[in-house]
């Protein structure tokens, strides 16, 4: 699982760095196409819900999304990479 | 059995509320509470005043009714009333709720219709620019108390306890999980569940109170919050407990007879 924030709908509230208890948000730098900052990221593989929430079964942590006012953030279905294939030329 | 991100009405997405504003804290923990619950949406009623926290009814995918200002606790009767098997979730202000609707507020605990009653209380009348409403905070600075407010602040939740809900609780939208369970336990509860949530309002309140940024709003609310057993405790101890403090956590929980419940 990936965890998102939808840019669409976040209005740059920062409560998501507050709440965090592995404090992968932080204040953001850039302003978007709204003018707004929207946060980043900062080591979102130190996320137990995105690494673990398959193996449970069920929302392990869910802080930010329960408190993200905005409905910004949500976890999406990681892509499977696609299998490389090396075609040698002779 | 709808899973949380259907009860979302997610064409009206994103919502008006103000940047940090915490009714959208408040509509999260309700709609994961009700589908923690297995409620069906088509079962569901979600009533709603005027002001700023009445506009949530709308984000729901549910059926809902935006009411009158101060009534909203009077639709919500008659939809019991008419439909007893409906689950019916009241969203409120504290303007909504005290200052205008105290009445039916207080009658409707008295009749302790089934239903549960979430009250978004942002010490302020948010909507209209700022006035003091009957929960601003002694002292605290709005349009209408430049000089800071003199009246003592009106304890919702007492008020419900002593009007006789069934079930009475109060968090804040810094403690999401405690409020999650409480709405949880208040739609399980016959009877009028009380849940009053003291959420920020950085727009209105925290910009004249210096509390500017939403981070500072709910850390003011993270401080100023202590546990109803340890207020307790305090109090018997003959211990002083600050004035500006506020107790959180589950105020009662009982059986007296409830109007309205399902057949």
């Not at chain 2, 709808?2 to 994103?14: F, L």
């Not at chain 2, 509320?17 to 509509?27: H, P, S, W, Y």
């Not at chain 2, 700023?52 to 101060?70: F, K, M, V």
């Not at chain 2, 006035?131 to 605290?140: E, L």
Request: glycine content about 10%; overall charge positive; proline content about 5%.
């Amino acid at each position: 699982m990936k965890l998102i924030i939808d840019e669409s709908r976040c209005k740059g509230c920062n409560l998501c760095t507050l709440v965090c208890p592995y404090k992968i948000f932080r204040e953001g730098s850039r302003l978007n196409e709204k003018g707004i900052v929207v946060p980043e990221f900062n080591g979102p593989e130190r996320c137990t819900n995105c690494r673990l929430q398959k193996l449970y079964g069920r929302r392990l942590c869910g802080m930010c999304q329960l408190t993200c006012p905005d409905q910004a953030i949500k976890w999406v279905e990681e892509e499977r990479f696609e299998d490389m294939k090396v075609v040698i030329e002779y | 059995m709808p899973s949380v991100s259907e009860w979302y009405r997610a064409d009206r997405m994103p919502h008006i509320f103000c940047t940090g504003c915490g009714n959208g804290t408040v509509l999260n923990c309700t709609l994961q509470a009700a589908s923690d619950m297995g409620w069906e949406i088509d079962d569901t009623v979600f009533v709603s005043g005027i002001g700023c926290s009445s506009r949530a009814s709308g984000y729901t995918a549910a059926d809902s009714l935006h009411t009158t200002h101060g009534r909203a606790l009077a639709f919500a009767t008659g939809v019991k009333m008419a439909h007893p098997e409906f689950n019916v979730v009241v969203f409120t202000g504290d303007g909504d709720l005290s200052a205008i609707g105290g009445n039916h507020f207080i009658h409707a605990c008295r009749r302790n219709i089934d239903m549960t009653v979430i009250c978004m209380n942002n010490m302020i009348y948010g909507m209209t620019g700022g006035q003091g409403s009957p929960c601003t905070p002694r002292g605290a600075f709005s349009t209408t108390t430049p000089y800071g407010a003199q009246e003592p602040t009106f304890d919702l939740a007492e008020l419900a306890v002593a009007a006789g809900a069934n079930y009475v609780s109060r968090w804040t939208t810094y403690h999401v999980k405690q409020l999650t369970d409480s709405i949880k336990t208040g739609m399980e509860t016959p009877g009028l569940s009380f849940i009053e949530t003291m959420s920020q309002c950085p727009t209105s309140y925290g910009r004249k109170n210096k509390l500017r940024q939403p981070l500072d709003m709910i850390e003011y609310l993270r401080d100023h919050s202590i546990l109803i057993s340890k207020k307790r405790r305090l109090e018997a101890e003959g211990k002083v407990i600050p004035d500006t403090t506020f107790a959180v956590g589950e105020f009662v929980r009982r059986s007296r007879p409830v109007m309205g419940l399902k057949r």
